[in-house]
């Protein structure tokens, strides 16, 4: 007695689905010629096994397996689809089930649309033929989808499932982002915790103190079907902020409107496996969305986490806080950070770490007091605020911003018409040749005017040179002034030195070594 098992396939590629969540159409119609099938040649039904948005080359597929389970405990002894691809495409299960295990059990494989066989001789190479050309299609297909995204990408089109947290897909333009203001609030706060010196922990207690939900619960939370990759996860689990989260928010450059995408790749197209591609091989386009972080605190908080900014320190009453400046540092001599060496807790002194590395052999100790530099840091910054605001009333610092905005606009106007000139001055070169090569001025005469148009040529690129130095330069002054007139407004009445506005104020500061006079040189490297 001929008992048969029906497998039917649809792919997310091909599938024709009639609403979400039903079973799709294509499914339906291959069941019934099937079932059709099976009747006009009298075979019994064991069972319908059926995988809905699976690809043909996945080894997981559900039915597809339980269907494999019961051909090895011989519940039926033909297997029947609509064709050959759709039981796999990948030409290595062909042999491993069709012309291998099939055969061993006493199972007849049968594609209905494509004619295999596997009971009429000779059909074997038929098969084998059938199997090559699926597996060439799905690569080629692999190849082509792969290109397309690849280039939606470039275009800084958006392909994600889900939106990074702080923004939605733009409802207009699902390849579009906007901010989620609730989420964006979060990642700005998590920003300026990181300024003050906080490290991701900290921050960590800080967001779980405030009860702000993680990224996954608020995501969940607006109707979002999102899960974590990592379901097990103790944190994902119990709804607690992590320090990879943290650390994933501060260095993403997505919040300061950059497109980044294309960090993993599937290992082969036979594989959900995916590898991730060094950060050179991202696919990162500037300005498609509106920023959530200012470029500048943003590489603030970059150049912080690389100075391992986050050292800490005890106060007097033996709580931790942040070391104010730590990774600030530097020997003036060998350049190496100064570090800590405790004494009493009133008694903080600062060394070259070479020195105390090497056991005094190398550099020298530079050493310092650490109240007695944050008083002088305090000083400095106090002095430049008051000298600002002294002699810089608000209302001439506007009359120079405009002045500067005009001098800019007037210089970048001075460069097109350069650019104008330049290019006819090529063209000039260009016809001259053009004319001399048709004997139309002589050869003489080229050349005297080849040497004074090359003159003019070399001239506009000296003034050319000139002129975007000095746009460079103007809007450079124009941009420190603008931050540095910020953080005066910002800091104007400050009364303690907190690591926020050190980070805001300066790059680093070097030490140098105590003279015979104990004097001793510092420099400091402001961030304007």
Known sequence: MNKAAIYCRLSKEDQDKISEGDESASIHNQKMMLVDYALEHDFIIHDIYSDDDFKGFDQERPEFNRMLTDAKLKKFNIIICKTQSRFTRDMELVERYIHGMFPLLGIRFIGVVDHVDTNIKGNKKARQINGLINEWYSEDLSENIRSVFRAKMEKGEFLGAFACYGYLKDPKNNHRLIIDEPAAIV????????????GNKQICIMLQNENIPTPCVYKTSQGFNYQHPKKDNFGYKYGLWGANSVRRILTNRMYIGEMVQGRERKVSYKSKKVVELPKEEWIIVPGCHEPIIEKEVFELVQSLIKSRRYARTIDEDGNKKSALLAGKLRCLDCGNILTRINGQQKYIYLYCS???????????????????????????????????????????????????????????????????????????????YIDKSNDII????????KASLDKEREDLEGQYTKLIIEINDLSRENDHQEKKEGLVRKYTDFDTLTPEIVNEFIDFIEVGEKNNEDNQEIIIHWRF
Do not use: W
């Open 354 to 432: 070479l020195y105390k590395r090497s056991g005094r052999t190398q550099c020298t100790p530079h050493s310092i007091h650490n109240s007695k530099l944050e008083e002088l840091l305090k000083d400095k910054i106090r002095m430049i605020i008051n000298n600002h605001l002294e002699h810089h009333q608000l209302d001439d610092l506007l009359i120079n911003h405009d002045e500067n905005e005009k001098l800019l606009s007037k210089k970048k106007l001075q460069l097109q018409k350069l650019n104008t000139k330049q290019v006819r001055t090529k063209k000039a070169l260009a016809m001259i």
């Open 187 to 198: 990642v700005r706060k998590i920003f300026n915790y990181s300024i003050q010196g906080l």
């Open 442 to 449: 002589p050869e003489n005469e080229y050349l005297e005017l």
